[in-house]
T-cell receptor
Framework: GESVGLHLPTLSVQEGDNSIINCAYS??????FIWYKQESGKGPQFIID?????DKRQGQRVTVLLNKTVKHLSLQIAATQPGDSAVYFC???????????FGRGTSLIVHP | DGGITQSPKYLFRKEGQNVTLSCEQN?????MYWYRQDPGQGLRLIYY???????QKGDIAEGYSVSREKKESFPLTVTSAQKNPTAFYLC??????????????FGQGTRLTVV
């Protein structure tokens, strides 16, 4: 069935570098997307969201880009810090549904 | 502070026994969910509930049961029929305005181990 997927299961970066985590989605009816951060042994935490009528949204050190043409979502983290090390999930909500569907996740490892 | 609380954090169960995981929220959210997470995997939906006294099966409901007698509470029972219950269980809630675009808030999870 249709699902949210990620291109890179593990991403290693040096502290201070910028990180880019990618996500591909296949359901063209999805209209709301969320990035979550999950630290080891904890529940996911909301980072940033974007609606389908937008193509970019910025937060503090994070930017989400949405390309509906190729059904691609990315999370950019500026000046990555060791505290950013976690698993990052993208989730999509199909239009008319409040239930988020999650992808597999990408593990971000930040080296000091 | 408002939030969603899962208990216990760690749970051990003998094979053949049922066990109930607690989930309580004081966010006044209508919708609640249970997800299962296996190592290196994403979150898979077990059950969800939109309103009190109503719930729906998710993608992997077999071997699980839930109840929603109160808005604040959505306990999950892992029954002996669940063949591979060892996993990390996550409860979440969200404001449910039908079709609204809102994020889910998660508890800290319960790690269930069958011994």
């Amino acid at each position: 069935g249709e699902s949210v997927g990620l291109h890179l299961p593990t991403l290693s970066v040096q502290e201070g570098d910028n990180s880019i985590i990618n996500c591909a989605y296949s359901n063209s009816a999805s209209d709301y997307f969320i990035w979550y951060k999950q630290e080891s042994g904890k529940g996911p935490q909301f980072i940033i969201d974007i609606r389908s009528n937008m193509d970019k949204r910025q937060g503090q050190r994070v930017t989400v880009l949405l390309n509906k043409t190729v059904k691609h979502l990315s999370l950019q983290i500026a000046a990555t810090q060791p505290g950013d090390s976690a698993v990052y999930f993208c989730a999509e909500n199909i239009a008319g549904s409040y239930i988020p569907t999650f992808g597999r996740g990408t593990s971000l490892i930040v080296h000091p | 502070d408002g939030g969603i609380t899962q208990s216990p954090k760690y749970l051990f169960r003998k094979e053949g026994q049922n066990v109930t995981l607690s989930c309580e929220q004081n966010l006044n959210h209508d919708a609640m969910y249970w997800y299962r997470q296996d190592p290196g995997q994403g979150l898979r939906l077990i059950y969800y509930s939109q309103i009190v006294n109503d719930f729906q099966k998710g993608d992997i409901a077999e071997g699980y049961s839930v109840s929603r007698e109160k808005k604040e509470s959505f306990p999950l029972t892992v029954t002996s029929a669940q063949k591979n219950p060892t996993a990390f269980y996550l409860c979440a809630s969200s404001i449910d305005i039908q079709g609204a675009e809102t994020e889910a808030f998660f508890g800290q999870g319960t790690r269930l181990t069958v011994v």
